[in-house]
């Protein structure tokens, strides 16, 4: 018998896939010194933002389900 595939859990924290098959990633640098960043810069620091096609495909083939 052939193994089962399965989902690396560590990905599917990370990253979110949506209907279209896009996968969206958080930005770095919102864990700390957030005291010298000014408001706008965190705010966009939230928002995810799509990967490149070439890194989404080899994460794609991980989060099989």
Known sequence: M???AKTR?????????TKSGKIL????GQMHYR???SGKKK??????????KSEARSIKKSLTY
Not at 25 to 28: C, E, H, Q
Not at 43 to 52: H, Q, S
């Open 2 to 4: 052939k193994a089962k």
């Open 9 to 17: 859990k560590s990905l599917l924290k990370r990253f979110k896939l």
């Open 25 to 28: 990633r958080r930005l770095a």
């Open 35 to 37: 005291a010298k960043k």
């Open 43 to 52: 705010r966009e620091l939230r928002r995810l933002r799509e990967m490149d």
